[in-house]
């Protein structure tokens, strides 16, 4: 009996429950897993917080947006350019594929809209689950497609159809390379302009003014702060910002010159630039071939579309921005560098020869014979090449380039249109030795002073050229805003005596009344003053040149310059181009005498 107690003993003091560390661990652990609760519960309540409660508010509370409506543009004269139309879309909130009726929904919307079902839920995954404003889904509905989406709108729960901004080219083809157009934004142009305030559906603009003013014309987005319940079903609109629209544009451009240029330029490639030669106002700028602008405001561009855009003859590229080699107008600038340079005195008379021959380079008039003894008006009277030769040898290269640089070539004029016009090319010893790996020479110079060889200008910087003259020797910037502050602003002088000035207006002069343009000089014209250009272009293997003309009216105090340039047309200035402004001039002065404004010879 004793053994039980000695065991009972043995067993009791062998016990190890409470006794040690153990206590000590618990509480530890029990501290430590408290003070991970409440680390946890403090991080999700202060640091993360605010986004919970963002979440809360996007399942309870709805963004539905409004977009601004773009500003009008509109011509000198008050006549629409560029508007808004109201068409209907259809938008969806952007967790819509996720939900179960998506599986009725996503077909039967793909059905009526004519759109595949996985390019609608791309649009819904671009957006966002998370995103608390409507996706639009597609825009300008017709009729049979509203009708249908009416008709199966309970099978369409969460589709909604909203009238939105949309923009209408009323003129069309007529002033594309001027007004432009607008596009939805691309997905990659999204991300790049999300910091500016693009949303996703939203346009912006390409080419023409649209591009260039687009901050001015965009406007900025509003909406309303809607309550939903749990079903998305608004109850109470909690705010409202008004969208705020873009400002109106009022242009430089006259409609019905632009019209008429239009009209005069045809089917041939080329451009037309009208300006107000005092202060750089463009009243008119064609290049053909065009496009039609509204095209770019239809959901989808068909295959017949896409061809128009992107043929061989390149309608989308402005040729009135766009550079070629400037043939005899640059005589101008040869007349300048001469006068100036005070190498040529303006009673200078020289011989003209049917060629020359230069550094073992026969150089040839263009008929061939030569036109005897010149002087600096009947030079450009007769757009003789074989006095301009000797000029040139007389005035040296650098001079002639130093001129040609002071007129504005070789540089962009300062138009609203920077990113689409070019700069054109003024070459020099060190381009040429860069391009061709050879120094320049008396022939560069020689080809130059009838404006060929490498020597690349706009139909807008010869427009400019040709306002030196016009105006009594100053270089103006073309600009598209209607300004009506002081002509100095837009213009600096090029500091020419005046002795050249009078020798250009009188040389121009005698274009029209003796010389290679006697086409212009009609009675039912004020006197018009202007240059004939043909510049030696090949297209593929055939020689087809360009044809240049220059002009202005009335001679002696203007107020209308234009210059016209028919591309690879494969005749002269004074047969292509010069009937060009004909048009344009007749028409112009046309309905000035109508309004009783025209001055006559």
């Known amino acids: 009996m004793a053994i039980l107690p000695s065991l009972l003993s043995i067993q009791k003091n062998t016990r190890t429950v409470g006794r040690g560390s153990q206590p000590l661990f618990l509480i530890l652990f029990t501290l430590l897993m408290t003070s991970g609760i409440g680390a946890r519960l403090a991080y999700l309540q202060i640091m993360e917080g605010p986004k919970h409660k963002e979440r809360a508010e996007s399942n309870r509370i709805r963004m539905i947006t409004k977009q601004p409506e773009r500003g009008n543009i509109f011509d000198r004269n008050g006549k629409l350019l560029a508007t808004t139309r109201y068409p209907r879309s259809v938008y969806l909130w952007p967790m819509a594929h996720t939900q179960p009726s998506w599986l009725v929904v996503g077909p039967l919307l793909s059905q009526i809209l004519e759109i595949p079902q996985a390019e609608i839920e791309q649009k819904l995954i671009d957006a966002g689950v998370n995103s608390a404003s409507l996706v639009r889904i597609a825009r300008n509905l017709n009729d049979a497609q509203v009708t249908a989406l009416k008709e199966y709108e309970t099978e369409l729960a969460g589709v909604e159809i909203n009238t939105e901004a949309m923009r209408y080219y009323p003129q069309g083809k007529i002033t594309a390379h001027i007004i432009g157009y607008t596009r939805e934004l691309t997905a990659e142009q999204l991300k790049e302009k999300r910091s500016q305030g693009y949303r996703l559906g939203d346009v912006i603009g390409h080419m023409g003014v649209e591009k260039a003013y687009e901050k001015t014309?965009?406007?900025?987005?509003?909406?309303?702060?809607?309550?939903?319940?749990?079903?998305?079903?608004?109850?109470?609109?909690?705010?409202?910002?008004?969208?705020?629209?873009?400002?109106?544009?009022?242009?430089?451009?006259?409609?019905?010159?632009q019209k008429v240029a239009e009209k005069a330029i045809g089917r041939r490639n080329g451009a037309i630039v009208a300006l107000n030669p005092n202060n750089g106002e463009v009243l008119a700028m064609v290049s053909h071939p065009t496009f039609d602008p509204n095209i770019f405001s239809k959901p989808k561009l068909s295959q017949k579309d896409w061809e128009s855009l992107q043929n061989a003859e390149h309608p989308l590229v402005n040729r009135a921005l766009s550079v070629f080699p400037p043939a005899s107008t640059f005589k101008i600038v040869t007349t300048t560098a001469a006068l100036e340079s005070g190498k040529f005195s303006p009673n200078t008379v020289l011989q003209t020869y049917?060629?020359?021959?230069?550094?073992?380079?026969?150089?040839?008039?263009?008929?061939?014979?030569?036109?005897?003894?010149?002087?600096?008006?009947?030079?450009?009277?007769?757009?003789?090449?074989?006095?301009?030769?000797?000029?040139?040898?007389?005035?040296?290269?650098?001079?002639?380039?130093?001129?040609?640089?002071?007129?504005?070539?070789?540089?962009?004029?300062?138009?609203?249109?920077?990113?689409?016009?070019?700069?054109?090319?003024?070459?020099?010893?060190?381009?040429?030795?860069?391009?061709?790996?050879?120094?320049?020479?008396?022939?560069?110079?020689?080809?130059?002073?009838?404006?060929?060889?490498?020597?690349?200008?706009?139909?807008?910087?010869?427009?400019?050229?040709?306002?030196?003259?016009?105006?009594?020797?100053?270089?103006?910037?073309?600009?598209?805003?209607?300004?009506?502050?002081?002509?100095?602003?837009?213009?600096?002088?090029?500091?020419?005596?005046?002795?050249?000035?009078?020798?250009?207006?009188?040389?121009?002069?005698?274009?029209?009344?003796?010389?290679?343009?006697?086409?212009?000089?009609?009675?039912?014209?004020?006197?018009?003053?202007?240059?004939?250009?043909?510049?030696?272009?090949?297209?593929?293997?055939?020689?087809?040149?360009?044809?240049?003309?220059g002009a202005y009216a009335p001679a002696d105090k203007p107020e209308i310059l234009v210059v016209a340039f028919g591309e690879h047309s494969g005749g002269g200035g004074g047969s292509v181009a010069a009937p060009m402004i004909l048009e344009i001039f007749e028409d112009y002065f046309a309905r000035k005498k109508a309004s009783g404004t025209v001055r006559r010879k």
């Open 354 to 549: 049917g060629y020359l021959n230069i550094g073992g380079t026969r150089f040839g008039e263009w008929n061939h014979a030569g036109f005897g003894p010149l002087g600096f008006v009947g030079a450009m009277q007769w757009s003789s090449d074989t006095f301009f030769y000797q000029i040139a040898k007389g005035i040296g290269g650098p001079t002639l380039i130093d001129w040609t640089r002071r007129y504005g070539f070789g540089e962009k004029t300062g138009f609203d249109f920077a990113t689409e016009e070019a700069k054109g090319l003024v070459p020099d010893d060190t381009w040429k030795r860069k391009a061709w790996k050879m120094p320049w020479t008396v022939g560069d110079t020689v080809n130059m002073s009838i404006g060929q060889g490498a020597l690349q200008t706009s139909p807008l910087q010869v427009a400019v050229m040709f306002a030196v003259p016009a105006n009594g020797g100053y270089r103006v910037q073309p600009h598209l805003l209607k300004d009506d502050g002081d002509a100095k602003k837009w213009r600096e002088s090029l500091n020419m005596k005046p002795v050249t000035v009078k020798i250009l207006r009188d040389g121009l002069r005698k274009v029209i009344t003796e010389g290679t343009a006697q086409a212009l000089n009609k009675p039912n014209l004020p006197p018009v003053a202007g240059k004939t250009g043909t510049a030696e272009a090949w297209k593929g293997r055939a020689k087809q040149n360009h044809a240049w003309f």
């Open 217 to 257: 014309l965009r406007g900025e987005w509003g909406g309303q702060q809607v309550e939903v319940d749990g079903a998305g079903r608004p109850l109470r609109v909690l705010g409202e910002k008004q969208a705020q629209a873009g400002n109106d544009l009022h242009l430089t451009i006259d409609l019905e010159i």
